[in-house]
């Protein structure tokens, strides 16, 4: 079935520094969905985005759509400790799969 | 509404035996999910069920079993446990596409096979 590549990884930052983590799909997206999971806790939903270069922010979160539809991105402008978490990514038809995940770290 | 929930929260399995993981939604969804979570791994789908009576293989089925034969109800079922299905499982479910609210998720199962 179709995948979605998420990068990185892993990301490890300090406090106040910002955060990007990226999800790639070879074929056309009808939708994606952002979830973050805290550690020993379930996804919780942060956000979808449909339309072709869609831009939207929760306060310090900015969530991207690319213009073809193939890409999106998550951005945290200066991270807080709270922002610890897996940062995934999942694109949504009938199933609904998911990207393998970035694991934030932030150092006080 | 207690959104998503699931039974038992933990569960211990000798190879071979079979155990049946609840999942049960009070949203009147339509759409619901298992998926499994390896430890420091992402999600994968086992399976998914778009109606009552409606299921599909996921990724990852080989080794269960499901069925919807209500809109509240998606148990998973494991025939013969195997090492390998040790896991964290998750249940979903969502209303429809696009959901627009993303879906719930229940709060897991932790599942040891040993």
């Known amino acids: 079935g179709q995948q979605v590549m998420q990068i990185p990884q892993y990301q490890h930052v300090q406090e106040g520094e910002d955060f990007t983590t990226y999800c790639n799909s070879s074929?056309?997206?009808?939708?994606i969905q952002w979830y973050k999971q805290r550690p020993g806790g379930h996804p919780v939903f942060l956000i979808q985005l449909v339309k072709s270069g869609e831009v939207k922010k929760q306060k310090r979160l900015t969530f991207q759509f690319g213009e073809a539809k193939k890409n999106s991105s998550l951005h945290i402008t200066a991270t807080q400790t709270t922002d610890v978490g897996t940062y995934f990514c999942?694109?949504?038809?009938?199933?609904?799969?998911f990207g393998a995940g970035t694991r934030l770290t932030v150092k006080p | 509404n207690a959104g998503v929930t699931q039974t038992p929260k933990f569960r211990i399995l000798k190879i071979g035996q079979s155990m049946t993981l609840q999942c049960t939604q009070d949203m009147n969804h339509n759409y619901m999910y298992w998926y499994r979570q390896d430890p420091g791994m992402g999600l994968k789908l086992i399976y998914y069920?778009?109606?009552?009576?409606?299921?599909d293989k996921g990724e990852v089925p080989n080794g269960y079993n499901v069925s919807r034969s209500t809109t509240e109800d998606f148990p998973l079922r494991l025939e013969l446990a195997a090492p390998s299905q040790t896991s964290v499982y998750f249940c979903?479910?969502?209303?429809?596409?696009?959901?627009?609210?993303?879906?719930?998720f229940g709060p897991g199962t932790r599942l040891t096979v040993t």
């Open positions: 069920s778009v109606g009552a009576g409606i299921t």
């Open positions: 999942a694109r949504v038809n009938n199933d609904m799969r």
């Open positions: 979903a479910s969502s209303y429809g596409r696009p959901a627009g609210a993303g879906e719930g």
């Open positions: 074929t056309t997206l009808s939708n």
